[in-house]
């Protein structure tokens, strides 16, 4: 079946995803330098930056965007019971749904706000606790994790999620995005192609991966058994979560950004006998991939680290592609954007290799 490898179908000034060499430019930053600095408000500044005419800057931006989250929250409200009903990114889903579709900067910090309050509303009903409100004066990361948690967020908690809300905001022309740019290029607006995008990314084979790293390292258990659990699933015929990548031809640098954003999370005490148990898999998993399939480019990729950082920072894993949301939607954004100025009607040809009329006796 054809694909659109290696077709380019839009020039960006977002992202440069080089595969063969293991390197991700976002604006011009490698993205270890934004995993190890940035926060959920600067990335959005750079991301959005020229894409809005009134887009505020600095401290502003960020008090717009805690406004959003409380602004968001009050509307949302009365919905919250029934949604979280569905699964957490099918309630995900809906309740972006009830945003009004403008083209505006108001419906783009709505958008922002939208994963970070209904991702911690949704998990708390779903376990039978009341949800918490925004507060508008604390940073994204640190409101998301007080509003799941209920408690103050450690300065070394919110570091780990900026980390990864960073790793993640753009990766150029991926199902989800350029899902979104599709639905952009009809003018269709900014809710209607983080819809598109959201839709794309609920699928296991893109933002629903990261959970199942944390069923094989439940089942491994212990570092002595990785070698031959490893081997008897290569030997079912079934995938190492957490290795190998569609473009990457070598180690995804997003894997090692999130490992090292984990770090001070084991240090304070978070799930350090999993990040332990993570590294030994690491290891062993490459090693037997590098005997059983030589040749294949099967390294880490950032679902792996990724699952291990969110389940320390208390995401069930039924919600991690919520989380991967609140990642990637100022990428999303900053795509439709980009493609309602500056682009046109995205609309590919089709090759068809149906049935040729019957010709009549």
Same mark, same amino acid.
């Given at each position: 079946?054809?694909?659109?490898?290696?077709?380019?179908?839009?020039?960006?000034?977002?992202?440069? &995803?080089?595969?063969?060499?293991?390197? $991700?430019?976002?604006?011009?930053?490698?993205?270890?330098?934004?995993?190890?600095?940035?926060?959920?408000?600067?990335?959005?500044?750079?991301?959005?930056?020229? @894409?809005?005419?009134?887009?505020?800057?600095?401290?502003?931006?960020?008090?717009?965007?805690?406004?959003?989250?409380?602004? $968001?929250?009050?509307? *949302?409200?009365?919905?919250?019971?029934?949604?979280?009903?569905?699964?957490?990114?099918?309630?995900? #889903?809906?309740?972006?749904?009830?945003?009004?579709?403008?083209?505006?900067?108001?419906?783009?910090?709505?958008?922002?706000?939208?994963? %970070?309050?209904?991702?911690?509303?949704?998990?708390?009903?779903?376990?039978?606790?009341?949800?918490? +409100?925004?507060?508008?004066?604390?940073?994204?990361?640190?409101?998301?994790? #007080?509003?799941?948690?209920?408690?103050?967020?450690?300065?070394?908690?919110?570091?780990?999620?900026?980390?990864?809300?960073?790793? &993640?905001?753009?990766?150029?022309?991926?199902?989800?995005?350029?899902?979104?740019?599709?639905?952009?290029?009809?003018?269709?607006? $900014? %809710?209607?192609?983080?819809?598109?995008?959201?839709?794309?990314?609920?699928?296991?084979?893109?933002?629903?991966?990261?959970?199942? %790293?944390?069923?094989?390292?439940?089942?491994?258990?212990?570092?002595?058994?990785?070698?031959?659990?490893?081997?008897? /699933?290569?030997?079912?015929?079934?995938?190492?979560?957490?290795?190998?990548?569609?473009?990457?031809?070598?180690?995804?640098?997003?894997?090692? /950004? *999130?490992?090292?954003?984990?770090?001070?999370?084991?240090?304070? +005490?978070?799930?350090?006998?999993? *990040?332990?148990?993570?590294?030994? &898999?690491? #290891?062993?998993? *490459?090693?037997?991939?590098?005997?059983?399939?030589?040749?294949?480019?099967?390294?880490?990729?950032?679902?792996?680290?990724?699952?291990?950082? $969110?389940?320390?920072?208390?995401?069930?894993?039924?919600?991690?592609?919520?989380? @991967?949301?609140?990642?990637?939607?100022?990428?999303?954004?900053?795509?439709?954007?980009?493609?309602?100025?500056?682009?046109?009607?995205?609309?590919?040809?089709?090759?068809?290799?149906?049935?040729?009329?019957?010709?009549?006796?």
């Amino acid at each position: 079946m054809p694909s659109l490898d290696d077709v380019i179908a839009a020039e960006t000034v977002l992202s440069d &995803v080089d595969g063969a060499n293991g390197r $991700l430019i976002i604006r011009g930053k490698p993205v270890e330098e934004l995993a190890r600095s940035a926060t959920a408000e600067s990335v959005a500044a750079l991301l959005l930056e020229g @894409f809005f005419d009134d887009m505020p800057k600095g401290q502003k931006l960020a008090t717009a965007m805690g406004a959003a989250r409380l602004r $968001l929250f009050r509307r *949302l409200q009365p919905h919250l019971a029934a949604i979280a009903s569905l699964s957490p990114v099918e309630a995900l #889903r809906a309740g972006m749904a009830l945003i009004p579709d403008g083209d505006d900067l108001d419906t783009a910090l709505m958008l922002l706000a939208a994963p %970070v309050v209904l991702t911690p509303a949704i998990i708390r009903l779903r376990r039978g606790e009341q949800p918490l +409100g925004p507060d508008p004066r604390a940073s994204q990361a640190a409101d998301m994790l #007080r509003m799941l948690s209920g408690v103050a967020a450690t300065d070394a908690a919110s570091r780990a999620l900026n980390a990864y809300l960073a790793t &993640v905001c753009e990766h150029g022309l991926n199902a989800s995005t350029f899902a979104a740019r599709i639905a952009a290029s009809t003018k269709a607006g $900014l %809710v209607s192609a983080a819809m598109a995008g959201i839709s794309a990314l609920k699928g296991p084979l893109h933002g629903g991966a990261p959970g199942p %790293v944390l069923d094989m390292l439940d089942a491994i258990g212990q570092a002595g058994k990785a070698e031959a659990w490893l081997r008897q /699933a290569l030997g079912r015929g079934e995938r190492l979560m957490g290795f190998g990548h569609r473009i990457y031809r070598v180690r995804d640098p997003r894997a090692d /950004a *999130l490992k090292a954003a984990l770090r001070p999370l084991g240090i304070a +005490g978070a799930s350090g006998g999993r *990040l332990a148990l993570a590294e030994y &898999v690491e #290891r062993a998993a *490459l090693d037997v991939l590098h005997k059983e399939k030589p040749g294949r480019p099967l390294e880490t990729n950032v679902e792996f680290y990724t699952a291990v950082l $969110l389940d320390a920072l208390g995401f069930p894993s039924d919600s991690f592609t919520c989380v @991967f949301v609140a990642g990637r939607m100022p990428g999303w954004i900053a795509h439709a954007r980009e493609q309602e100025v500056g682009g046109r009607l995205i609309r590919p040809q089709s090759r068809y290799v149906g049935p040729a009329p019957q010709q009549a006796a």
